[in-house]
T-cell receptor
Framework: GESVGLHLPTLSVQEGDNSIINCAYS??????FIWYKQESGKGPQFIID?????DKRQGQRVTVLLNKTVKHLSLQIAATQPGDSAVYFC???????????FGKGTTLSVSS | GAGVSQSPSNKVTEKGKDVELRCDPI?????LYWYRQRLGQGLEFLIY????????KSGLPSDRFSAERTGESVSTLTIQRTQQEDSAVYLC?????????????FGPGTRLTVL
C-alpha cells in the first residue's frame, strides 16, 4: 500500500486566495519530501522540497511545512492564480538508494 | 533538447501484443526512472537505472515488464503480452544522481491504452 496520502482529493479556491494542500505520511524513517505539480497531459513538475532536518522552506509564492511529530506535510500557495490549477502530489524518500513514493494527489481548481 | 522526451506520446494496442516505450533523458543525467500512473492515481515506481550499476527492478509488477538503458542515454520500457490493466500513462524521469535531494525531471509520458 501507499505510505503517503493526501487529506483531500479536491480543493477549490478563488483567485487571490491562499491555498493549503495537506499530506500525511506514515513512515517515520522518511527524510526527504517533495511537492510536484502536474497539469493535464504533462509530466509532474518539481515545486519545492524539504529535508527532515527542517520544518519550513519557502520558495516563490510557495511554502512547505513539515511536522515530523504528526508526520504531516503541507504546501501553501500564496495569492493563488488560475495557472496554479493542477494536481499536486507529495512524495517521500526514505533515504539514499530508495524510490520516491507518491501520494494520490489533490486537484486544485482556481476560479477567477 | 532541454528536457526529458518520451515517445510515442500515445499508444493504442490490442491485448496480447508487445509494446516498447522510449525515453530520452536530459543529457548528463546519470539516473533514470520509470513510473506508471493509472487514471486518477499517483505515480508507481517501476525501475531505476544509475550509471552502469545493476538496475533496481523492485517496482516492476510482473515479468512481462522489462527495461533497458544503454549507458547514460536512451531507455526503453517493454511490456510483453499486454493486458488491459496495463493501460496507464508511463512516465520517465531523470536526475543528476539517485538518492536524496536530487530533483527528478519528468517527461510528458506515454499514454498506453490496451484494448
Amino acid at each position: 500500500g501507499e505510505s503517503v496520502g493526501l487529506h483531500l482529493p479536491t480543493l477549490s479556491v478563488q483567485e487571490g486566495d491562499n491555498s493549503i494542500i495537506n499530506c500525511a505520511y506514515s513512515n517515520s524513517a522518511s527524510d526527504y519530501f517533495i511537492w510536484y505539480k502536474q497539469e493535464s497531459g504533462k509530466g509532474p513538475q518539481f515545486i519545492i522540497d524539504i529535508r527532515s532536518n527542517m520544518d519550513k522552506r519557502q520558495g516563490q509564492r510557495v511554502t512547505v511545512l513539515l511536522n515530523k511529530t504528526v508526520k504531516h506535510l503541507s504546501l501553501q500557495i500564496a495569492a493563488t492564480q488560475p495557472g496554479d490549477s493542477a494536481v499536486y502530489f507529495c512524495a517521500e524518500n526514505m533515504g539514499a538508494g530508495t524510490a520516491l513514493i507518491f501520494g494520490k494527489g489533490t486537484t486544485l481548481s482556481v476560479s477567477s | 533538447g532541454a528536457g526529458v522526451s518520451q515517445s510515442p506520446s500515445n499508444k493504442v494496442t490490442e491485448k496480447g501484443k508487445d509494446v516498447e516505450l522510449r525515453c530520452d533523458p536530459i543529457s548528463g543525467h546519470t539516473a533514470l526512472y520509470w513510473y506508471r500512473q493509472r487514471l486518477g492515481q499517483g505515480l508507481e515506481f517501476l525501475i531505476y537505472f544509475q550509471g552502469n550499476s545493476a538496475p533496481d527492478k523492485s517496482g516492476l509488477p510482473s515479468d512481462r515488464f522489462s527495461a533497458e538503458r544503454t549507458g547514460e542515454s536512451v531507455s526503453t520500457l517493454t511490456i510483453q503480452r499486454t493486458q488491459q490493466e496495463d493501460s496507464a500513462v508511463y512516465l520517465c524521469a531523470s536526475s543528476l544522481e539517485r538518492g536524496r535531494g536530487n530533483e527528478q525531471f519528468f517527461g510528458p509520458g506515454t499514454r498506453l491504452t490496451v484494448l
